[in-house]
């Protein structure tokens, strides 16, 4: 399959034909779309997908995508996050110019266009509780109740409202509600809180500010104020779309952007929701929002995800309006695709067993050479250094082999990749333990490059590097951060229940092709026969580099689940 970003080719998803549409049509000219994340955690591969549609739209016709910050809640907003998420979205690919905006900004409007409202009697002070204001809301099949201070005069709240912003009252003693109807079917249009008094300093206006507008109120507006046409969310807004639009119809902004739902990112073998991921970095599960286990963008930057794999995965995966659930394997993939194409070939051997080549002269270093990518001849080659003693993997020798083993084992020749056929001869073995310490080989020397003259076959090739010429290092091998397709989906059972114990294993001696140690960190390889590699970006020094293990060759797990 082309994992190359294609969009013209594939057919419209509902979205880009609504706004293929309305182009058409004339009802717009052009387009403005926008991401709007709250600054209170790291960006997940959920937020990918909303990037990538807003963004993509914006590339595909020209036009602006907005940034924007929706940071109305000061109490769980740092602007540490603010950063985090800016440089996510650049490293995923995407610009947004000198458009970036903060729904913070607008606090002034904001707060005149309630005091609009409350003029025209569309919103009113209220003395409930948070408690009574859930009470009286009433249930999906029971109506709601008004509130006692449903009819105060327009003087009165207005008076209120200032008192509220001058800090006279409590946190939680009184809230600004849009007066809509208690009747309604739609619980959210059911009075709604605009606005609530908490007296928490935000990273951006300071103490300004003691009452803070709520979500649904400032969304529909700051997309209004910038002139977005078509405002893009997850399904779980689709339910708040009548308040939206109230809000804007109500107070008759020129600009009235319309809001489209589609379905959010479901993904297997992990958790989604901010909330839950921030537990899983307080309560130290993982080793911060940047945990190469994490689904985060963070993570997977780390981990070695390259941007392009994730917009295709993104592209892949297209946007529709039934909620559904994705196979990890889907993005695992998508990164395949990606470095098998982009990802030069190195040799590393995870974990070595020496080989001792009997043969051999000793003290002789000899060049072989190897390419550095099977179906990209100009990546080029490269020099290995061979010598008599060398390493193999460990799991490339079986002492008494079935028969569909076609590596190394006693009688048994193989190939040493770029290098010689060589052949068994004995093996060293700890006395006590068992275990094998060093193997015996002998080489052909009518064999270098790896092929015998007389045209003889062997079925096995092993990847090896020298042993006085390696670099080691150590390399973490990552598996699944959960051991369940759906870890929050059992009912009273805490997810963290299904943390796999063994999503990390760290080899602390393996050894490596010596020209690593001079890759910067981030690099991408693949080792040969073991998978998709990247150079920690953190936990490197310099020729001192940490592998980490971005994938398999293979979806091994698949694999697994088919026996
Ligand atoms: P979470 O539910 O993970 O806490 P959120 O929706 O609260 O995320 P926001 O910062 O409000 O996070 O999200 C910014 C944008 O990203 C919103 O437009 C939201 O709809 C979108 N988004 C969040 N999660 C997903 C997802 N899983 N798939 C697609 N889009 C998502
Ligand atoms: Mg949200």
Sequence with gaps: MDMQE?????????IRQIIADDLRTGKHDHTVTRFPPEPNGFLHIGHAKSICLNFGIAQENSSPCHMRFDDTNPSKEESAYVESIMRDVQWLGFDWGKNLFYASDYFDRLYDYAVQLIRMGKAYVCDLTGEQIREYRGTLTEPGRESPYRDRTPEENLDLFNRMRQGEFEEGSRVLRARIDMASPNVNMRDPVIYRILKVPHHRTGDRWCIYPMYDYTHCISDAIEGITHSLCTLEFEDHRPLYDWVLDTLATPCHPRQIEFARLNLTYTVMSKRKILQLVSGGYVAGWDDPRMLTISGLRRRGYSPASIRNFCSLIGIGKKESWIDMGVLENAVREDLNETAPRVMGVLEPLKMIIDNYPEGQVEEMEAQNHPFKPELGTRKLPF??????????????????????????????????????????KDEKSGEILEIHCIYDPLTRGGNAADGRKVKGTIHWVSAARSLNCPVRLYDRLFTVAHPDAVKDVDFKTYLNPDSMRVLNDCRMEPALADMEPGSRVQFERQGYFCIDQIDSQKGKPVFNR??????????????
Excluded at 397 to 414: A, I, T
Excluded at 557 to 563: P, T, V
Aim: charge should be positive; avoid cysteine; hydrophobic fraction near 35%.
């Design 6 to 14: 294609n969009t013209q080719d594939k057919p419209l998803d509902f």
């Design 550 to 563: 971005i994938v398999t060759l293979r979806d091994s797990w698949a694999r697994e689940q088919d026996k």
């Design 387 to 428: 010598s008599k003693e060398i390493y193999i993997e460990r799991s490339d020798f079986m002492e008494d082999p079935p028969k569909k083993y076609f590596r190394l084992g006693p009688g048994r020749e193989v190939r040493l990749r770029y290098a010689y056929l060589i052949r068994f001869v004995s093996m060293v």
